[in-house]
């Protein structure tokens, strides 16, 4: 199943364009369509709110924000999902452990929680408690206090031969943030820590319904092919499995394949994440019982086996391969969650669309029943990242359709973000999705 490691090859298929009666492909049965809409009972349909300067400039002051918030209740949007950390792990939000970030210099998370609070709309915070610094500014919770030395994320890169230097994710100003690492006990107390102060901040708010986690995982591997997931963790490796390491060339090999601890590596990496998402629920859910707890990640479940991140139900047994360790599956934490929200981000709407590929919208929505099945106490929201679909011929069927399979295959729905909403112009294919799902 994982025949390459660093980069996964995408075959474009060129079908042929023919005026045949008999080569026109027949109307899928799940395309919307129509006038005759069934109402059912609504379900959760979210906007996100990200902390992204252009969110920052449109809502930009109590007035704005009451504005963009109303346009979201008008085309049906219910729920808001809202950034409460930026990359620094300085947060928007009032985290008493955390120093509030001067990426704003008005209380915009505050306006957004009190316009949701009177105009009954929903509120997931969102945290990201892994990240923790601004590698381009080099500000953040992690150059801030000494204490994170040894404990933050950190990538093999390699040099000739089987060389290779270790670069911590503080000193590499091409990472996404610096970012603690899970599997130091330290870095999950804090995770858990924080998360618990964010639920305890906002309960007695009448729109807050809980929390959401992102980047709970090790930072992808870089255009280079360097895997994060070494320095702390080599030592803690070691100590958890009894295994004693030659190099780190045990984990991925010199010539960039498997090294001859890889699957213990791959199943130590993600029991980490794993053990930091049940201590966060176990923390948050004894100080606020009622505080929901949701998770964002790809819907592509093969490409989170590489950052640790096993989302599927812990029932889930991966088929055999060379890289399965016996107990994988106990990593799987769908049962932690309340809510996980399906990252369907596929620039193809329909599978007739790309059919030799996994990234369609309508294949992650319909397909990751394989790995929570209907019935788990987990529910699943399918959510869009709508950058994708940015060209004007386009834009209105491809949003409009996606918004709708979503909402006719999962528990809900969540389009990623209000920012990509209003620059590309896409509140009407939204309203016309939710609208011909009837929820």
Not at 97 to 106: A, H, Q, T
Not at 119 to 147: E, F, H, W
């Amino acid at each position: 199943m994982f025949k390459k490691i660093f980069f996964i090859c995408l075959t474009a298929l060129v079908v042929s364009c023919s005026s045949k009666e008999e080569d026109i492909l027949p109307e899928i049965p799940d395309r919307p369509g129509g006038d005759s809409i069934e109402v059912k009972d609504s379900k959760p349909k979210a906007m996100w709110i990200a902390a992204y300067d252009t969110n920052y400039k449109n809502l930009k002051n109590d007035a704005a924000v009451k504005t963009y918030l109303q346009k979201c209740k008008s085309i049906g949007i219910n729920l808001i999902y809202m950034d409460a950390v930026v990359s620094s792990g300085y947060a928007l939000a009032n985290i008493p452990s955390l120093k509030k970030s001067n990426d704003v210099d008005w209380d915009f998370f505050e306006s957004v929680v009190t316009n949701c609070d009177s105009m009954g709309l929903d509120l997931i915070a969102n945290i990201t408690p892994l990240c923790a610094g601004n590698t381009k500014k080099r500000i953040g919770v992690v150059y801030d206090d000494s204490k994170w030395d040894g404990k933050t994320q950190c990538k093999k890169t390699m040099l000739e031969g089987s060389n290779y230097v270790i670069v911590d994710s503080r000193d590499d100003s091409t990472a996404d943030a610096a970012m603690l690492d899970p599997s130091v006990p330290e870095v999950r107390e804090y995770a858990a820590k924080i998360c618990r102060e964010l639920a305890v901040a906002y309960k007695d708010h009448k729109c807050f319904k809980g929390i959401s986690l992102d980047y709970v995982r090790y930072s992808n591997a870089d255009g280079a092919g360097a895997w994060f997931g070494y320095g702390p963790v080599e030592t803690n490796f070691e100590k958890e499995t009894g295994k004693v390491l030659d190099s780190a060339n045990d984990f991925i090999s010199a010539t960039g394949g498997y090294g001859k601890y890889y699957s213990e590596w791959i199943y130590f990496r993600t029991n980490s994440v794993t053990k930091t998402i049940r201590l966060i629920k176990e923390q948050v859910k004894s100080a606020v019982p009622e505080c929901e707890l949701h998770l964002w990640a790809s819907a592509q479940w093969t490409s989170r086996y590489s950052v640790g991140q096993n989302w599927a139900s812990n029932k889930f047994i991966p088929s055999p391969s060379a890289n399965y360790v016996e107990g994988y599956e106990n990593t799987g934490f769908a049962e932690d969650l309340d809510v996980f929200i399906l990252g369907a981000y596929a620039t193809d709407v329909y599978i007739v669309d790309n059919p030799s590929s996994d990234w369609t919208v309508e294949n992650f929505v319909k397909s990751y029943t394989k790995y929570i099945p209907k019935g788990n106490p987990c529910k699943v929201y399918g959510s869009l990242g709508v950058y994708s679909y940015n060209d004007p011929t386009t834009k209105f069927k491809k949003t409009r359709d996606a918004t709708y399979l979503c909402l006719m295959n999962t528990d809900g729905y969540m389009a990623f973000e209000i920012g990509h909403v209003t620059n590309i112009g896409l509140w009407d294919a939204i309203e016309e999705g939710i609208r011909l799902s009837g929820y």
